[in-house]
């Protein structure tokens, strides 16, 4: 009966939360028609919109030209005209840390684009970044990072129908269309520079008062050249009525021609690619297999991204241009595009076109209330589409600046509290911050003229659903600035949790910041009717039977010659396999003749099924670091060091990821991705708290005492919700003491020695004494909310922050794992785990020279590295393949810094051996570690007792395995370390 009604309770809240929020929903909104948006310089350097304000100058200043000849180079090259690629004059190439130093003199004060003549020839995904100063200083916030866009064209043949270029697509071994790959194009390219968030759609502008003044342009990437140098005036663009007037004489084209968007010339970034949409009116489409016949709206998001066409138009005249468009992400709120035609923007209204809300596929003609016609020179021309943010753009920096206030007042709230949410307590903010309710207020203020704004820019008069979170941010703001001194105990309200103010904007940051579109078709046209953008109910049922029906009889196998063909299981998503079947079809079996066919393997443990029912594969891969071990030691496994290559094939991964993958003497895996572990920390926090990152665990604790007093602390992996504390997270203790997991004989723990106990002292008095979270359930959400403004995690966390925390994005870094300091020689001893994944070979193999083959092409620097970059060049930046090859891992499209310093405590990677018994040693060290910090039991004695059960465990697995007999050691069980690694390395060398 208790039951039910708890049910009923709960099901009459939850229809009231979903009822109150139809009702916020269906709200009236009164548009507010201007909104310059909300920006302070309190906390920061100036943002470039007020920047801009501060320097509203429109009066026309004479062009003033550079060229490379005359700049001040610095690490820069200058390169003559034989080495120019093309350009016919000398050109500068940067790479990075190199700067260049122009001197200019101005006649008069005016503001400035600043446009050069470059090409990119790096390997970096992105486009190049760059600082800029002027004299000495950056003049905004943006200058610290600013970029020019790149090129990247289609690697695959094309034909010619007439009025654009239609791609041949390869085809995989089921015939369906090739996702292509991207290349750049390693093209002159004429254009300013941008923020690096795109917030603006045209070039930035920079104000020069008249005199003398020097410009240093720092390049933040590799492989950028430079030519010539042009700063103008902003041109002022003609409204649609004064272009339309200027060819009033021109003839209106009365024809229709339709293009096919997926055939598009260039694109600004490799991440935008193609889909295989299966419905009835999108064209080409088949019922067996997949065509290529969109522009994927997931991919096509980021402000800046652009897609460009060819198009070849019959004659000269005015032309109406259409899109069959899919955007349903941003519910009841547009997706804006800028519209060039042969580079240019024709007219003020095409500077940020909206695409509204579609569920499904749509058509929209470029206009306002009547269709709007462009001029099309006869023969090619090229229209180009750029995601744009710049009708958001008010409302991202009114949340950015409202964040930024939230944070500052939460840490002075904190400072004043100590953390402490006593609900019994009485507090008198108002006294200390004597400003709050009104500060609050003001930030629902402008975050209300966000909201109505937000509608006014969409055409809307009814509340949005995408923009609610604003009005939800907004409301709870002034509630809490009526109640100013409860606030300390509503903390969860204002920036901690899923229900506070600084969640609700963050939320709604992330999903403004995307812009997604998807399109099919592409017209050109006069008045006539469009094709109909969907297939009709009959229409669509009768495909999707056939659909339905033909999906059972799909065939996948492929006909290759047993003898030369190995069988891969890969535990990996559909999109990974598919792109390394298409690498190894292309690439390796080419070139070897061997061939290889992967299958998905979901589950790991089919391989033990399949080691029992002797149909194993030749190699595995994507199973974990302890799976080979475990097949090894059961002899079913292929020992890897005696093939040749085995040296030169390891020399390219850190050492420590090799020791879970050695029994006895062989090597049994091969670490295929590659996890790291390292500090995480709020600059903002810490630049106001204005303490240094800790680089020891002395200085950790050192460092408690004023976290505790503000309410923050420090997270380490230990403090995980999981009360099993695996060993990858209590071994780099011991590791970094310098105390040995097992005895020397290899049977029996030695966790008791004096450094083990240390390792322990360690590990549990940071809870008991310096008051770490025993349990904390999210990370990542504590260190958004600034809850955990410093702490210790993984490259999960690290493509988090980087993808889906846009609130503190240039507001936090990384830093070496802390360390112990060694006695004897004072260097900080950083060692962390080294998480793997691995590939393997089955010793019931009969092709286990073709299988090593293969593994040492597949991790090889140039396939790792290709791998990695196609991989995110298909399906986005947050597809990161952390490669286990160091080289490879050394070029993945990172900020340099964060590079380095990952690549640095990968030095200090070091695994805990796989060891017969050795889950229970994991297991016995948790359960010390808990009944110390959670039971308060005595140190040595729970330590005693550790051991006692461990090596009971150890024992009697070793028993199992040969090692001993009757309690008596037969033979010694030789673990492996780093010095074991590399002995066996500088062996082979030596052997050479």
Known sequence: MKTIKKITIVSILLVGFFIARALLVKDEVQPLEQYDGFTTNQWTENKYSTYRQTYDLSSPSPTIEITPAEFDLTGANLLNSANARGYGSPVIELNRMNTIRIEITVNSAALYQIYVDYMYIGTELFSPKFGLTIDGEYPFYEARQLTLPIVWQPDVEMSHNGFQAEYLFQKDRYNNDVQPRSENAEIWLHDGFYDASFYTASPLEFYLSSGTH????????????????????????????????????????????????????????????????????????????????????????????????????????????????????????????????????????????????????KNVTLGNEQPYWFYFNEGVNNLSLTATIEPYKPILETIETVMKEITQLSIEIQQLTGGNT???????????????????????????????????????????????????????????????????????????????????????????????????????????????????????????????????????????????????????????????????????????????????????????????????????????????????????A???????????????????????????????????????????????????????????????????????????????????????????????????????????????????????????????????????????????????????????????????????APEIKGNWNIALYPGVVDPVTNEVLRYSSAPTSATMIFKSSDKKEMAFDFLSWWHSTEIQTQFSNDIQKMFGKEYMWFSSNLDALASLPIDINHKSVILEQLNWAVSAPNVPGGYYLEREISNAWNKIVISDQNLRSTVDEAIKNANRELERKMAEFGYVQNGVIVKTYPIPTLSTIDAWLKERDSDG
């Open 422 to 636: 006593d609900a019994y307590r009485d507090w008198d903010l108002v006294s200390f911050i004597p400003d709050i309710s009104s500060d609050l207020n003001l930030w629902a203020d402008e975050l209300e003229s966000a909201y109505r704004y937000g509608h006014s820019i969409n055409h809307r008069s009814k509340a949005s659903a995408e923009l609610l979170n604003l009005k939800l941010a907004y409301r709870q703001l002034r509630t809490l600035a009526q109640k100013p001194n409860q606030i300390p105990n509503q903390m969860t309200l204002l920036s901690e949790g899923s229900k506070s103010v600084a969640q609700y904007l963050g939320d709604i940051l992330l999903r403004l910041s995307e812009q997604p579109l998807g399109l099919e078709k592409i017209y050109l046209s006069g008045d006539q009717r469009l094709p109909r953008p969907r297939a009709n109910f009959f229409e669509n049922t009768i495909h999707a039977t056939q659909l339905f029906f033909l999906s059972f009889n799909q065939d996948y196998v492929v006909s290759s010659d047993p003898e030369k063909t190995i069988d891969v299981w890969v535990n990996r998503p559909r999109a990974n396999i598919d792109l390394m079947q298409k690498m190894i079809d292309e690439l390796y079996t080419r070139e070897s003749g061997i061939h290889v066919n992967l299958s998905l393997m979901p589950n790991p443990t089919k391989l033990i099924l399949s080691n029992a029912a002797n149909i194993e594969p030749d190699v595995a891969m994507g199973v974990s670091s302890e799976t080979p071990y475990n097949f090894a030691i059961r002899n079913a």
């Open 638 to 804: 292929q020992d890897l060091r005696i093939f040749e290559g085995y040296e030169a094939l390891v020399s390219h991964f850190a050492k420590g990821s090799m020791i879970p993958y050695v029994y006895e003497d062989g090597v049994y895996g091969l670490p295929e991705t590659q996890d790291f572990y390292v500090t995480y920390y709020r600059t903002d926090i810490f630049s106001i708290i204005e303490s240094d990152i800790p680089d020891t665990w002395q200085e950790v604790t050192a460092l408690m005492p004023q976290l505790r007093r503000m309410g923050m602390n420090y997270y380490v992996p230990l403090s995980s919700s999981n009360a099993y504390k695996s060993m990858q997270i209590t071994a780099p203790f011991y590791y970094q003491n310098q105390a040995n997991l097992y005895q020397a004989n290899g049977i029996y723990t030695d966790i008791d020695s004096t450094a083990g106990i240390e390792a322990m002292r360690l590990m549990t008095e940071l809870f008991t004494i310096h008051d770490l979270p025993i349990a904390t359930a999210n990370f990542y959400n504590n260190f958004r909310y600034g809850l955990l403004p410093i702490g210790i995690s993984n490259s999960s966390t690290y493509l988090q922050l980087m993808i889906a």
């Open 214 to 361: 020097i410009i240093v342009i720092e390049s933040r990437n590799d492989g950028v050249l430079l030519g010539n140098m042009t700063l103008l005036n902003k041109s002022t663009l003609s409204t649609y009525d004064e272009y339309i007037e200027a060819y009033s004489n021109v003839e209106k084209y009365q024809a229709l021609i339709q293009l096919e968007a997926e055939f598009l010339k260039e694109k600004s970034d490799p991440s935008i690619k193609l889909f295989a949409d299966k419905k009835k009116a999108s064209t080409p489409t088949a019922l067996k297999t997949s065509h290529l016949n969109a522009i994927d709206a997931y991919t096509w998001d980021e402000a800046g991204r652009s897609v460009s066409w060819d198009v070849t138009v019959p004659k000269a005249g005015l032309y109406q241009i259409s899109f069959k468009y899919i955007q349903y992400r941003l519910v009841n709120i547009s997706s804006f595009r800028t519209i060039k035609i042969n580079g240019e923007i024709p007219f003020e209204e095409m500077t940020a076109f909206g695409f509204p809300y579609a569920q499904d596929w």
